[in-house]
């Protein structure tokens, strides 16, 4: 099995490449979706959230406050590593079981947050989906309806996407149109087959 990771930035079109690559027919393993799935109410990563944050992060369903969790850990560093000390753990043992049963030749783990987890070791290679910054501000501004500073600080909390693109293997470059960005995913990944495979 070769297992190739995919990460960008917070609005750089890492989305919409993951979901290309899908139809493509290729295994996906979301690491987000894993995370969600593993603070419902009831799993583990749940009592220790609310445990440690307390109830007032408990919705009338009895389900976790995802949005104010979220503003708490986006203000606070100290917060924010409490909770990754929480659900890393859990997210990466899922992970790996998941690879494990995969029976792809090739599988990809979309994890946004790949460099700053430091699970790159994860991976064979890595493609990390890059938009430069001007552009990044202005789809994340239009996509959030937010203003300038809140869209910067909200970038700025993640490792720049300049640095995650020098350590990466692969890049996809989303500054085109989401056909362009289509035809440049398939494209990439025909080249990987062909690294891998050889080219017939």
Same mark, same amino acid.
């Given at each position: ?15 919409? %490449? %993951?979901? %290309?690559? $899908?139809?493509?027919? +290729? ?8 995370? =969600? ?8 990563? =749940? ?12 919705? $009338?369903?009895? &389900?976790?406050? #995802? ?22 753990? =859990? ?6 079981? #998941?690879?494990? &049963? ?30 430069d910054k001007t552009?990044?501000i202005e789809r994340?501004?239009? #996509?959030?309806?937010?203003? +300038? ?7 700025? $909390? ?7 693109? /020098?350590?990466? +293997?692969?890049?996809?470059?989303? =500054? ?14 025909? /080249? ?9």
């Amino acid at each position: 099995m070769y297992v190739i990771g995919i990460t960008g930035g917070i609005a750089s079109g890492k989305s919409h %490449v %993951v979901d %290309v690559i $899908s139809k493509m027919g +290729y295994e996906v393993i979301d690491s987000d979706k894993i995370s =969600y799935e593993l603070s419902l109410k009831g799993n583990k990563v =749940y009592n220790e959230i609310i445990n440690t944050f307390g109830e007032e992060y408990v919705l $009338s369903n009895g &389900e976790i406050d #995802r949005k104010k969790l979220g503003r708490l850990i986006f203000n606070s560093e100290k917060d924010k590593q409490k909770l990754n000390e929480i659900s890393h753990p =859990y997210i990466i043992k899922e992970i790996k079981k #998941r690879l494990k &049963e995969s029976q792809g030749s090739i599988v990809f783990l979309d994890i946004p947050l790949l460099y700053e987890a430091k699970l790159e070791y994860l991976c064979d290679k890595i493609i990390c989906v890059y938009l430069d910054k001007t552009k990044q501000i202005e789809r994340l501004m239009a #996509r959030d309806g937010i203003d +300038y500073e809140y869209a910067l600080k909200k970038i700025n $909390s993640q490792i720049d996407l300049q640095i995650k693109a /020098k350590q990466s +293997y692969y890049i996809i470059n989303s =500054y085109g149109s989401l056909e362009q960005t289509e035809t440049i995913t398939k494209n990439l990944i025909e /080249k990987i087959k062909g690294e891998l495979y050889g080219s017939h």
